[in-house]
């Protein structure tokens, strides 16, 4: 295994802006570790292991969250750089600076998977048309990978969302000037439950802050 200074992934998880989204340190996954989407919001604990040339003196740890993917380009670029089956975190300078900042390019790491620990509420990012919301969350505790969604307004029942890209989940219902409701399950059965979280008088691109993952 190893990982990367310097993240040249794109936002296959749909996040528009890292900072405000409550993401932190971030990463991009190897396909393997990606799961076509699966796996973003989700976080890990990486370590810089047993290279005293590359590692931050007491070979720190840092914690990621998931939030893009990447395509390796060059069989030849690094060790590991065209292998889709191996398991390869590509991190943005600021995150790969926490665990080696001696000029390495690849490093050998330890990860494991850990709670998010997040403030605040579950974010929810309101986007699409008139004829097909789309729904981008995130700040997801816990779990933090999103499994399913639903969404209730006003004047409808609950309504399944479907994965559109990433954590942007879709429902094809019109929905314009209803107040919204939103449910949230991750990927370790738990569920969250905002109930009239978005007022009738909502507008595309507004975000607004539900309940939380306990």
Not at 46 to 73: F, L
Not at 95 to 114: D, E, K, N
Not at 119 to 138: A, K, M
Not at 185 to 192: E, P
Request: charged share 15%.
């Amino acid at each position: 295994m190893s990982t990367l200074s310097g993240c040249k992934g794109q936002d296959a998880c749909g996040y528009d802006n890292l900072y405000i989204q409550g993401l932190g340190f971030t990463s991009a996954l190897s396909p393997v570790l990606f799961r076509e989407g699966a796996s973003c919001g989700g976080c890990y604990e990486i370590k810089c292991w047993d290279d005293n040339r590359w590692c931050n003196a007491g070979n720190p740890s840092v914690t990621i969250t998931v939030t893009h993917t990447y395509s390796p380009a060059d069989p030849n670029d690094g060790i590991y750089g065209g292998d889709v089956f191996y398991a390869h975190f590509n991190m943005s300078k600021p995150t790969f600076s926490q665990i080696s900042s001696r000029g390495a390019g690849y490093v050998p790491v330890l990860y494991h998977r850990v709670p998010c620990k997040k403030q605040g509420g579950i974010q929810f990012t309101l986007n699409g048309n008139r004829l097909s919301n789309l729904v981008l969350v995130s700040n997801v505790a816990g779990e933090g990978e999103v499994s399913a969604m639903s969404v209730k307004g006003n004047q409808t029942g609950w309504i399944s969302m479907k994965r559109k890209l990433g954590q942007n989940w879709e429902c094809d219902t019109a929905l314009v000037g209803q107040s919204l409701s939103f449910q949230v399950t991750t990927s370790d059965g738990k569920q969250a439950t905002s109930y009239n979280v978005v007022p009738s008088n909502w507008q595309f691109g507004q975000t607004f802050s539900g309940n939380q993952i306990y």
